[in-house]
């Protein structure tokens, strides 16, 4: 089974998702995990499907890019399966004056502790930046890691938080 | 409102598992898309022989289930309104009425809604973050005797109210999530 990696970005309109979702599902492409989000007008997407090959889905997506002004690109992965947890799961929110080298430097902090981010999104309104990560830590590092983590906001004119995304299992 | 005003509990009283009178068998459970978990269930006479089997299953099998605080009849197949919470313990419970069942239980009062990220035995996968009242009245049937029950919580155990009563609607937390991004891989396993 092939398995794809597509993205596909392009100025918001309605119909993208259908249109893209239904070019797919005509080629029997399983779409499997996917997100999709609208940044500053622009709508990207970034998928996972299962099915036919690489060329036949560019191809297919090509009448799309032609007439919507969307950017398409299509590419065989390797399925790796899942990867195995670092640790506990952790939410850091990061917000502040907008400057050059946020996400790389608190991200920084992260990779030093061992930690792996999953999961990323920024937001740029006016002058707030905001920087929301998920984020896997290993165990007991939690504690030494908010420390670093304040001192480097400081340093960047930012506030940081990191909080538990442990779930209650009901 | 204060819980003064909501009125007390009504009905718990002494209940236990031991009052059902039944030892409890473990069930399997099912999970997601199994099509029972998406059905409202059937409401239920609490004083029938297989009620109150039933709520002996699910005290029993809540209690094999590591970290489980609730279990609810559709996760282990059965399609009628009838759930078991026990939140003893849990760092986030404040109020606790300990071990019990109820049959056909019913939100008559929620207030003070708070997100959190919840599992679920069913979706075992995922988590989800979800808005619940953290002030609750419920009311219910109590299995065996049948008598009424009003339950006056917050907190953790009205979460977990909430999520079961949820059960036997047929919604799971994937119904109640707060967004499109609010689903993520469950990373740590009990």
Redesign the interface.
């Given at each position: 089974m092939n398995e794809l990696a597509i993205t596909v970005i392009g100025r918001d309109r309605p119909g993208i998702v259908a249109d893209v979702a239904e070019v797919l599902a005509g080629l029997g492409a399983n779409l499997t995990d996917s997100?999709?989000?609208r940044l500053r007008g622009h709508f990207a997407m970034t998928l996972i499907c299962t099915g036919p090959a690489a060329a036949e889905v560019e191809a297919a997506l090509a009448p799309l890019a032609a007439e919507g002004q969307l950017l398409a690109t299509v590419r065989a992965v390797t399925p790796d399966g899942?990867v195995p947890?670092v640790g506990?799961?952790y939410v850091m929110a990061v917000h502040g004056s907008d400057r050059m080298g946020i996400v790389a430097a608190m991200t920084r902090v992260l990779v030093d502790a061992g930690g792996n981010v999953?999961?990323l999104?920024t937001r740029l309104t006016g002058a707030l930046y905001v920087v929301l990560a998920?984020v896997?830590l290993p165990a007991g590092v939690a504690d030494t890691l908010v420390d670093r983590l304040h001192r480097t906001a400081a340093e960047l004119g930012v506030e940081v938080t990191l909080r538990p995304?442990?779930?209650?299992?009901? | 409102m204060t819980g003064e005003e909501r009125g007390p509990d009504v009905g718990l009283g002494d209940w236990t598992p031991e009052s059902l009178d039944v030892p409890g068998e473990v069930r399997v459970v099912v999970s997601a898309p199994n099509p029972v978990l998406s059905q409202a269930a059937d409401e239920v006479d609490p004083t029938a022989k297989e009620t109150v089997q039933l709520a002996a299953d699910l005290i029993a099998t809540m209690r094999v289930s590591p970290g489980c605080v609730g279990l609810a009849a559709p996760q282990v197949g059965v399609g009628a309104r009838v759930f078991a919470v026990d939140v003893t313990g849990h760092p986030k419970a404040v109020t606790v009425h300990g071990t019990f069942v109820l049959c056909n239980a019913r939100v008559v009062e929620a207030t003070r809604w708070k997100p959190g990220r919840e599992g679920c035995m069913s979706v075992p996968d995922l988590t989800g973050d979800v808005k619940r009242a953290s002030r609750l009245v419920v009311e219910g049937d109590l299995p065996g005797s049948g008598a009424p029950v009003r339950l006056v919580t917050d907190g953790f155990e009205a979460r977990a109210l909430q999520h079961e009563i949820d059960h036997c609607a047929g919604l799971l937390f994937l119904d109640r999530v707060a967004g499109a991004h609010a689903v993520y891989q469950r990373k740590v396993y009990l």
């Open positions: 997100t999709m989000t899942d947890p506990e799961p999953t999961d999104s998920e896997e995304a442990d779930p209650d299992l009901l | -």
